[in-house]
């Protein structure tokens, strides 16, 4: 059974650092992009960095780029995000998913000032775990 677990959410002053973990289970890791996400209340979802588990490639989505950053541990199975200098847009639950195409991930950030794309069920990534709650007080 193919599974991603995040944890490490939690309540933050404006400034601090949090680091989420994304344990991953049943999966071949080597031919997955693992993505983070994360939604805001009464916000869509947004994609926020990915990593294709093999090559180590990650990307970021503008507004977090210099802030967080992913990386994964192949032992563990786990795929990480640092997060430093945390604002209070950054309240939200925070999604890992898990996707053979990378592009499902790309697609998702933004680049450089373009926005990044919303998806369908048809484009969407595959795998999703249930979230973990990141609140950021002023």
């Known amino acids: 059974q193919l599974q991603l677990v995040e944890s490490g959410g939690g309540l933050v002053q404006s400034g601090g650092s949090l680091k989420l973990s994304c344990a991953t289970s049943g999966f071949t890791l080597d031919y997955y992009t693992i993505g983070w996400f994360r939604q805001a209340p009464g916000k869509g979802r947004e994609g926020i960095s990915c990593?294709?588990?093999?090559?180590?490639?990650?990307y970021y989505t503008d507004s977090v780029k210099g802030r967080f950053t992913i990386s994964r541990d192949n032992t563990k199975k786990t795929v990480y995000l640092q997060m430093s200098n945390l604002k209070p847009d950054d309240t939200a639950v925070y999604y890992c998913?898990?996707?053979?195409?990378?592009?499902?991930?790309?697609?998702?950030?933004?680049?450089?000032?373009?926005?990044?794309?919303?998806?369908?069920?048809?484009?969407?990534?595959?795998?999703w775990g249930k979230g973990t709650l990141v609140t950021v007080s002023s």
């Open positions: 998913a898990a996707d053979e195409r990378r592009s499902r991930c790309l697609k998702t950030l933004a680049n450089d000032g373009a926005k990044g794309e919303a998806t369908t069920p048809s484009s969407d990534m595959d795998y």
């Open positions: 990593i294709h588990f093999k090559s180590g490639a990650s």
